[in-house]
């Protein structure tokens, strides 16, 4: 399944939390739902950029997809763009990229891999983006084996505070 239409850059004004998002026509994310499709990926070809994402509810029949703040400054966009956006679905085991380092990790140590594995969709996510976030490979690596050692000391157990304070001490 894939979609094309034209959005808009906005900002989310009502949230502390959130930040730039693309609407999504009504029409095309029902269509997804209704074929359980929830990983996708978005392609901007004017900016030669695509990303793994989501269509997310925004509540009275409007959605849309998370457009990360790293973005808006890499591509130096204004709110209110206008972009042109093609969806597919991603078909890829996890719903976004493996970074080679977690890859050869998981290959090489199979307690980790092991946890992993047994970890929500969302956790794996959040792990990957993690990992792959470093524009070091040193540091992916490190990153990595701090997200390893926590998982395997914790029976594949998450504690976000103890692993935030790992991460301090790598």
Known sequence: MQSTFTTHLLHFEDSN????????????????????????????????????????????????????????????LLEGIQLDITLTEDTSEFGMPLCEELEILLSEDKDFAHFFRKLTPGKQRNIIYYVGKPKSSDLRIRTAIVFANHLKTRAGGLDFKILHQEMKEK
């Open 17 to 76: 939390i959130w930040g730039y998002y693309l609407p999504v026509p009504l029409d095309i994310a029902l269509a997804y739902k209704s074929a359980k499709i929830t990983r996708l990926i978005c392609h901007i070809p004017i900016l030669n950029h695509q990303m793994p994402c989501a269509i997310m509810p925004r509540g009275d029949d409007r959605f849309f997809i998370m457009f990360n703040k790293e973005s808006v400054k890499k591509f130096k």
